[in-house]
């Protein structure tokens, strides 16, 4: 399973970004797809995670703000991002796992500026 980030860019603090997950291989439908991210001189933390049934999970400096969705006849997994604040500043992961496989994209650089 190869996984290929992209949306990422500057913005300004308010504003708003799309990022979006596009995986090869026949596992997608049935895997969890989550992202990450990583800001400079950090440890990578969770921020949103998809079922494959569709369930979504938080983490609570982003909920109320973002929305992870995934579209299974695309294979590809989205991240709409709101109200970003220069907290939300790092490098975006996606992620699969489909027991006992991980799978990590390359990441795609998000900056908000103040």
């Known amino acids: 399973v190869q996984l290929q980030a992209s949306g990422g860019g500057l913005v300004q603090t308010g504003g708003s970004l799309r990022l979006s997950c596009a995986a090869s291989g026949s596992i997608f439908s049935i895997a969890l797809m989550a992202w990450y991210r990583q800001a400079p001189g950090q440890q990578r933390e969770f921020v949103a995670q998809i079922s494959s049934g569709g369930s979504t999970n938080y983490a609570p400096s982003v909920k109320g703000r973002f929305t992870i969705s995934r579209d299974n006849s695309k294979n590809t997994l989205y991240l709409q991002m709101n109200s970003l604040k220069p907290d939300d500043t790092g490098v975006y992961y996606c992620?699969?796992?489909?027991?006992?496989?991980?799978?990590w994209g390359q990441g795609t650089l998000v900056t908000v500026s103040s």
């Open positions: 992620y699969a796992y489909l027991a006992p496989e991980r799978y």
